[in-house]
């Protein structure tokens, strides 16, 4: 029964890890259109347009190094998770689990840094008009 219930509570543990990853991005995502859209005046001819797909109004989209080490730490999580039932033993297992709260804490503070960092932005074209 215990190695059961371990069991459930890693799935859901990873569960929980993918949907904070994938809601983070959704958010990024969600976030990069809004910014498109409101530097376009919120009209657009087409989605070509919209899309940038001739290269007249680029867009510099600059990851923050949060992010970076974030992207760092999933791939590490995801090879190491890959590697396990091979090679893991009940200590790299351990080491699994400490990672996984790694990516989840660097996930959460990449999304308050783009947070802040949208925050700024608007404060300063504030402080500007």
Not at 24 to 33: I, K, S, W
Not at 96 to 122: C, E, K, N
Request: net charge positive.
């Amino acid at each position: 029964m215990h190695a059961k219930l371990t069991s459930f509570s890693f799935l859901c543990c990873k569960a929980g890890l993918v949907g904070i990853v994938v809601l983070r991005d959704a958010t990024l995502v969600g976030g990069a259109v809004y910014m498109r859209a409101s530097s376009l005046g919120w009209q657009w001819k087409s989605w070509s347009d919209f899309f940038n797909l001739d290269g007249t109004r680029p867009q510099k989209v600059e990851p923050l190094f949060i992010s970076k080490v974030n992207t760092v730490f999933q791939l590490v999580l995801v090879a190491a998770a890959l590697l396990q039932p091979e090679f893991g033993t009940p200590e790299t297992q351990s080491y699994i689990t400490y990672l996984s709260w790694l990516v989840a804490t660097t996930t959460v503070a990449s999304t308050i840094a783009y947070g802040a960092q949208h925050m700024g932005r608007l404060s300063s074209i504030t402080r500007k008009s």
